[in-house]
Protein backbone atom coordinates (compact mmCIF):
# COMPACT_ATOMS: atom_id res chain seq x y z
CA UNK A 1 0.00 0.00 0.00
CA UNK A 2 1.94 3.21 -1.02
CA UNK A 3 0.54 6.02 0.80
CA UNK A 4 3.53 8.43 -1.50
CA UNK A 5 3.58 8.02 -4.93
CA UNK A 6 6.14 9.37 -7.55
CA UNK A 7 4.80 8.41 -11.01
CA UNK A 8 7.80 9.17 -13.06
CA UNK A 9 10.93 7.71 -12.13
CA UNK A 10 13.26 9.87 -14.38
CA UNK A 11 12.96 13.51 -15.61
CA UNK A 12 15.39 15.27 -18.46
CA UNK A 13 15.57 18.81 -18.31
CA UNK A 14 17.80 21.37 -19.96
CA UNK A 15 19.58 23.46 -18.31
CA UNK A 16 17.63 26.96 -17.41
CA UNK A 17 14.30 25.42 -18.23
CA UNK A 18 12.21 24.80 -15.39
CA UNK A 19 11.82 21.03 -13.87
CA UNK A 20 8.68 20.36 -12.04
CA UNK A 21 8.88 17.14 -10.20
CA UNK A 22 5.11 15.76 -8.69
CA UNK A 23 4.10 13.87 -6.03
CA UNK A 24 0.71 11.81 -5.30
CA UNK A 25 -0.76 11.09 -1.94
CA UNK A 26 -3.48 8.84 -1.02
CA UNK A 27 -4.01 9.67 2.87
CA UNK A 28 -5.78 12.73 3.51
CA UNK A 29 -4.29 13.08 7.60
CA UNK A 30 -1.09 13.83 5.91
CA UNK A 31 -0.68 17.16 7.13
CA UNK A 32 3.21 17.97 6.66
CA UNK A 33 5.19 17.40 3.51
CA UNK A 34 8.75 17.77 2.39
CA UNK A 35 11.22 17.23 -0.46
CA UNK A 36 14.69 15.63 0.04
CA UNK A 37 17.43 15.69 -2.48
CA UNK A 38 19.49 12.45 -2.61
CA UNK A 39 23.15 12.67 -4.15
CA UNK A 40 24.47 9.48 -5.14
CA UNK A 41 26.50 8.07 -2.52
CA UNK A 42 24.88 10.62 0.03
CA UNK A 43 21.88 10.70 2.49
CA UNK A 44 19.04 12.51 1.44
CA UNK A 45 19.32 16.45 2.23
CA UNK A 46 16.34 18.24 3.39
CA UNK A 47 14.93 21.05 0.59
CA UNK A 48 11.89 22.63 1.29
CA UNK A 49 8.38 21.78 3.03
CA UNK A 50 4.88 22.46 3.05
CA UNK A 51 2.29 22.73 6.18
CA UNK A 52 -1.15 21.70 4.81
CA UNK A 53 -2.30 25.02 6.02
CA UNK A 54 -0.81 26.21 2.52
CA UNK A 55 -1.03 26.04 -0.82
CA UNK A 56 2.42 26.60 -2.10
CA UNK A 57 5.95 27.78 -0.18
CA UNK A 58 8.47 29.45 -2.13
CA UNK A 59 12.54 29.35 -1.53
CA UNK A 60 14.85 31.10 -3.75
CA UNK A 61 14.62 28.44 -6.98
CA UNK A 62 12.51 26.21 -5.51
CA UNK A 63 8.55 26.22 -4.71
CA UNK A 64 6.27 23.44 -3.83
CA UNK A 65 2.62 23.41 -4.74
CA UNK A 66 -0.37 21.43 -2.33
CA UNK A 67 -3.01 20.75 -4.04
CA UNK A 68 -4.90 18.95 -1.35
CA UNK A 69 -8.53 18.37 -2.90
CA UNK A 70 -6.37 16.25 -5.57
CA UNK A 71 -4.22 15.15 -3.00
CA UNK A 72 -1.09 16.29 -5.07
CA UNK A 73 2.33 18.11 -4.91
CA UNK A 74 4.84 19.04 -6.90
CA UNK A 75 8.62 20.78 -6.94
CA UNK A 76 9.26 23.65 -9.40
CA UNK A 77 12.82 24.32 -9.92
CA UNK A 78 13.55 27.86 -11.97
CA UNK A 79 15.76 27.68 -13.33
CA UNK A 80 17.35 24.44 -13.46
CA UNK A 81 20.71 23.96 -13.02
CA UNK A 82 22.91 20.94 -13.34
CA UNK A 83 24.29 20.81 -10.25
CA UNK A 84 20.12 19.80 -9.38
CA UNK A 85 21.10 16.18 -11.08
CA UNK A 86 19.82 13.98 -8.47
CA UNK A 87 17.01 11.93 -7.07
CA UNK A 88 14.05 13.71 -5.49
CA UNK A 89 12.05 12.03 -2.86
CA UNK A 90 8.77 13.49 -1.97
CA UNK A 91 7.89 12.66 2.05
CA UNK A 92 4.74 13.05 4.54
CA UNK A 93 3.57 13.05 7.52
CA UNK A 94 0.37 12.86 9.96
CA UNK A 95 0.60 15.04 12.77
CA UNK A 96 3.91 13.14 13.58
CA UNK A 97 7.42 12.75 13.11
CA UNK A 98 6.86 9.67 10.97
CA UNK A 99 7.66 10.21 7.43
CA UNK A 100 6.10 8.23 4.57
CA UNK A 101 8.78 8.63 1.83
CA UNK A 102 7.83 8.45 -2.19
CA UNK A 103 10.24 6.06 -4.46
CA UNK A 104 11.95 9.39 -6.04
CA UNK A 105 12.32 10.66 -9.13
CA UNK A 106 15.73 11.10 -11.39
CA UNK A 107 16.49 14.51 -12.33
CA UNK A 108 19.02 15.10 -15.14
CA UNK A 109 19.64 18.47 -15.87
CA UNK A 110 21.71 18.76 -19.28
CA UNK A 111 23.43 21.91 -20.78
CA UNK B 1 28.79 21.17 12.98
CA UNK B 2 29.23 17.66 12.14
CA UNK B 3 26.88 15.56 10.44
CA UNK B 4 25.17 12.51 11.31
CA UNK B 5 28.36 9.58 10.58
CA UNK B 6 27.61 6.38 9.82
CA UNK B 7 30.16 3.31 9.60
CA UNK B 8 30.76 0.89 7.60
CA UNK B 9 29.68 2.48 4.35
CA UNK B 10 29.88 -0.95 2.49
CA UNK B 11 29.70 -4.19 3.74
CA UNK B 12 28.95 -7.53 1.54
CA UNK B 13 28.09 -10.76 4.03
CA UNK B 14 26.34 -14.41 3.19
CA UNK B 15 22.97 -15.45 3.74
CA UNK B 16 22.74 -16.45 7.76
CA UNK B 17 26.06 -14.47 8.91
CA UNK B 18 25.37 -11.85 11.12
CA UNK B 19 26.12 -8.07 10.51
CA UNK B 20 26.08 -4.78 12.81
CA UNK B 21 25.87 -1.00 11.65
CA UNK B 22 26.65 1.93 13.55
CA UNK B 23 25.44 5.29 14.09
CA UNK B 24 26.53 8.79 15.73
CA UNK B 25 24.25 11.29 15.44
CA UNK B 26 24.38 15.00 15.22
CA UNK B 27 25.61 16.51 19.17
CA UNK B 28 22.66 17.21 21.08
CA UNK B 29 19.80 15.68 18.73
CA UNK B 30 17.50 13.44 20.57
CA UNK B 31 15.93 12.01 18.16
CA UNK B 32 17.42 8.82 15.97
CA UNK B 33 15.95 6.77 13.39
CA UNK B 34 17.06 4.07 11.28
CA UNK B 35 15.74 3.58 7.70
CA UNK B 36 15.83 1.20 4.82
CA UNK B 37 16.00 1.84 1.78
CA UNK B 38 15.71 -0.90 -1.07
CA UNK B 39 16.40 -0.23 -4.63
CA UNK B 40 14.41 1.62 -6.36
CA UNK B 41 12.10 2.43 -3.36
CA UNK B 42 12.19 5.40 -0.91
CA UNK B 43 13.82 4.75 2.25
CA UNK B 44 10.90 3.24 5.17
CA UNK B 45 11.74 3.41 8.65
CA UNK B 46 12.60 0.72 11.14
CA UNK B 47 13.08 2.05 13.95
CA UNK B 48 12.74 5.57 16.14
CA UNK B 49 14.69 6.55 19.36
CA UNK B 50 13.95 9.41 21.51
CA UNK B 51 17.00 9.57 23.73
CA UNK B 52 17.42 5.74 24.75
CA UNK B 53 13.66 4.83 24.59
CA UNK B 54 12.05 3.50 21.47
CA UNK B 55 9.20 5.19 20.21
CA UNK B 56 8.40 3.30 17.47
CA UNK B 57 9.36 -0.17 16.02
CA UNK B 58 6.46 -1.32 14.19
CA UNK B 59 8.01 -2.15 10.99
CA UNK B 60 11.34 -3.45 12.59
CA UNK B 61 11.70 -7.19 11.54
CA UNK B 62 12.35 -8.36 15.18
CA UNK B 63 12.86 -11.91 14.64
CA UNK B 64 16.28 -10.91 12.68
CA UNK B 65 16.58 -6.98 13.20
CA UNK B 66 17.24 -5.78 16.67
CA UNK B 67 18.80 -1.71 17.78
CA UNK B 68 19.90 -0.01 20.78
CA UNK B 69 20.93 3.21 21.17
CA UNK B 70 22.63 3.12 24.72
CA UNK B 71 23.33 6.46 26.97
CA UNK B 72 20.96 8.15 24.45
CA UNK B 73 24.07 8.97 21.52
CA UNK B 74 25.41 6.23 19.43
CA UNK B 75 23.23 4.26 17.73
CA UNK B 76 23.54 0.36 16.46
CA UNK B 77 21.59 -1.83 14.04
CA UNK B 78 22.24 -5.41 14.16
CA UNK B 79 20.75 -7.58 11.19
CA UNK B 80 20.88 -11.78 12.54
CA UNK B 81 20.88 -14.07 10.61
CA UNK B 82 20.81 -11.90 7.23
CA UNK B 83 18.35 -12.96 4.14
CA UNK B 84 18.91 -12.01 0.80
CA UNK B 85 16.29 -9.47 0.41
CA UNK B 86 17.74 -7.61 3.20
CA UNK B 87 20.85 -5.83 0.88
CA UNK B 88 19.61 -2.56 1.19
CA UNK B 89 21.07 1.11 1.94
CA UNK B 90 20.25 1.40 5.68
CA UNK B 91 20.01 4.87 6.29
CA UNK B 92 20.09 7.04 10.01
CA UNK B 93 18.74 9.70 10.99
CA UNK B 94 18.74 12.41 13.08
CA UNK B 95 16.61 15.18 14.91
CA UNK B 96 16.75 17.65 17.93
CA UNK B 97 13.30 16.74 19.01
CA UNK B 98 10.32 14.87 17.40
CA UNK B 99 8.99 17.22 15.05
CA UNK B 100 7.70 17.51 11.49
CA UNK B 101 10.60 18.91 10.67
CA UNK B 102 14.01 18.47 8.97
CA UNK B 103 15.51 14.69 9.89
CA UNK B 104 19.08 15.24 8.60
CA UNK B 105 20.44 11.91 7.47
CA UNK B 106 23.53 10.56 7.37
CA UNK B 107 25.29 8.58 3.66
CA UNK B 108 24.19 4.60 5.02
CA UNK B 109 25.99 1.45 4.91
CA UNK B 110 25.49 -0.18 1.47
CA UNK B 111 24.44 -3.96 2.61
CA UNK B 112 24.42 -6.74 0.44
CA UNK B 113 24.06 -10.27 0.83
CA UNK B 114 25.06 -12.96 -1.23
Known amino acids: DQQVKQNSPSLSVQEGRISILNCDYT??????FLWYKKYPAEGPTFLIS?????DKNEDGRFTVFLNKSAKHLSLHIVPSQPGDSAVYFC??????????FGTGTRLQVFP | EAGVAQSPRYKIIEKRQSVAFWCNPI?????LYWYQQILGQGPKLLIQFQNNGVVDDSQLPKDRFSAERLKGVDSTLKIQPAKLEDSAVYLC????????????FGPGTRLLVL
Open chain 2, 27 to 31: SGHAT
Open chain 2, 93 to 104: ASSLERTQETQY
Open chain 1, 91 to 100: AASERTDKLI
Open chain 1, 27 to 32: NSMFDY
Open chain 1, 50 to 54: ISSIK
